[in-house]
């Protein structure tokens, strides 16, 4: 039933109907047949037709690079907790690491009506930025910096030189590094920049030996560990790029019969809320996920308004949690 068809059913004008679903002035007796009629029908006007109308959907788009990660759902609730006070809903898809789906979203967000988008980018290619750039709504980059674009993102190259910093401060010598995607600027390149800046700053030369690379799982920082402690050399101090990645190199360290924090002390990135639980608690740098997400959210909303003429950069800072994986005595 289309409006027409159901303003005949009311025996009122379209234009009642309209000003009806509107909340515009409306007489008593017009307000009454449109009511009863909706009892009879269970008539509700097209949410498309409303928003062409309205040109205000209440929808934002939200790109995410996974859904099984503690740091994305921290960062998802405190743009939810922003934006529901608000009245707006989130449509959320989830790209599993990958940024041509990232580009694809993008652009599906881009040619269909939502109010913004918050990207929380896994990677920032030449593709990203000339799609953000014909963007039609605000968009907000969550834990990536873009330069020209408005961003919220955390001091990652900080957090890793001060966890690496902790463990070379407590004796020791042979530095290793389990890190993620160096395309990734913010969890890649920027941990691994801080965790070499740590080592140089201790007057230590790093062993290729002792780098490996991984991906964001227990399963890959397992592999890697397993790889890195083949040979003869081993190391005695790890810096694994997310707490996922340590969360395997623990494991098999334990059933390999390597100590921690006595053979091998080790940190990380993200103190998610296994990190407690672990056989040896896991020592990890806080970051403020859920702020990030509330910072995010509220640019958006500033940007809808018009009441911000700058692109900006929000850089939260860090916590250092250390716990008994780098409670080593020298």
């Known amino acids: 039933m289309n409006i027409s068809e159901f303003a005949k059913e009311a025996g009122v004008s379209v234009s009642a109907v309209s000003r009806y679903f509107n909340d515009g002035y409306l007489s008593d007796d017009k307000r009454a047949l449109i009511e009863a009629a909706i009892e009879r029908t269970g008539y509700v006007p097209s949410y498309s037709a409303r928003t062409v109308r309205s040109k205000v959907t209440k929808l934002v788009g939200v790109i995410l690079p996974k859904l099984s990660s503690e740091s994305i759902a921290r960062i998802t609730e405190g743009i939810g907790e922003v934006l529901g006070e608000e009245g707006f809903e989130l449509l959320l898809v989830n790209t599993a690491n990958d ?90 390149k920027d941990r691994r920049v801080g965790f070499e800046k740590a080592v140089l700053d201790a007057g230590l030369t790093l062993d290729p030996r002792f780098c490996e690379i991984a991906r964001f799982s227990m399963d890959s920082g397992y592999e890697k560990a397993k790889h890195m402690f ?73 940007e809808m308004k018009k009441s911000s003429e700058v692109h900006r950069i929000v850089q939260l800072e860090y916590d250092i949690i250390e716990r008994e994986s780098t409670n080593r005595i020298g």
């Open 99 to 188: 940024y041509n789906r990232e580009i694809s979203s993008l652009e599906l967000f881009r040619q269909n009506r939502v109010d913004g988008v918050i990207l929380l980018a896994s990677v920032i290619t030449d593709l990203h930025r000339a799609l953000l750039a014909k963007m039609r709504v605000p968009t907000i980059i969550v834990g990536q910096k873009l330069k020209g674009f408005n961003c919220v993102c955390h001091n990652d190259l900080g957090a890793s030189y001060h966890m690496t910093k902790l463990m070379l401060d407590k004796g020791a010598k042979r530095p290793a590094f389990i890190g993620a995607n160096p395309e990734d600027m913010a969890a890649g």
């Open 230 to 302: 083949s040979g003869r050399e081993k190391p005695d101090c790890l810096f694994c790029a997310t707490d996922n990645i340590a969360a395997g190199a623990m494991l098999y360290c334990r059933e390999n019969g390597i100590r921690i924090p006595e053979d091998l002390m080790i940190g990380a990135v993200g103190d998610s809320r296994f990190d407690k639980v672990l056989y040896v608690p896991l020592s990890s740098v806080h970051l403020h996920y859920k702020t990030a997400g509330r910072e995010g959210a509220n640019m958006l909303l500033a």
